[in-house]
């Protein structure tokens, strides 16, 4: 007889626990539904802002690759009128120069970008 009364606190206290894991687990997932029902929301909110944005976007990309592809001519431009306005070389001491053996140095800033200067 003590055995049975035993078994059945035990299956009782087995129910009740599980019963209480299962209220817990139900309350979270009703949060964690909640919370998404408030993310839904937030991303059609930042869905339909974006929708006036994108044309804005769209024309930026266009002005910044019009000035990418100014740069070289710019560029080049700048490095005419700094050797127009640079000192001139001094003479080289006992024939050597501080030219190293390859020539002059260059950025390739305009040869990135696809612009060939013309031979004038």
Same mark, same amino acid.
């Given at each position: 007889?003590?055995?049975?009364?035993?078994?059945?606190?035990?299956?009782? /206290?087995?129910?009740?626990?599980?019963?209480?894991?299962?209220?817990?687990?139900?309350?979270?997932?009703?949060?964690?539904?909640?919370?998404?029902?408030?993310?839904?929301?937030?991303?059609?909110?930042? /869905?339909?802002?974006?929708?006036?944005?994108?044309?804005?976007?769209?024309?930026?990309?266009?002005?910044?690759?019009?000035?990418?592809?100014?740069?070289?001519?710019?560029?080049?431009?700048?490095?005419?009128?700094?050797?127009?306005?640079?000192?001139?070389?001094?003479?080289?001491?006992?024939?050597?120069?501080?030219?190293?053996?390859?020539?002059?140095?260059?950025?390739?800033?305009?040869?990135?970008?696809?612009?060939?200067?013309?031979?004038?």
């Amino acid at each position: 007889m003590l055995l049975v009364i035993v078994t059945i606190v035990c299956i009782a /206290a087995l129910i009740a626990v599980l019963a209480i894991f299962l209220f817990i687990i139900g309350v979270l997932l009703n949060r964690i539904a909640d919370n998404l029902d408030d993310c839904l929301g937030n991303v059609k909110t930042i /869905a339909e802002q974006a929708e006036t944005v994108i044309p804005s976007v769209e024309h930026i990309n266009r002005t910044g690759g019009v000035v990418a592809g100014a740069l070289p001519l710019l560029y080049g431009g700048a490095e005419k009128i700094a050797a127009k306005l640079a000192p001139p070389t001094p003479a080289p001491v006992n024939g050597h120069t501080n030219v190293p053996p390859t020539g002059r140095r260059r950025s390739r800033l305009m040869q990135t970008v696809g612009f060939r200067e013309r031979n004038h």
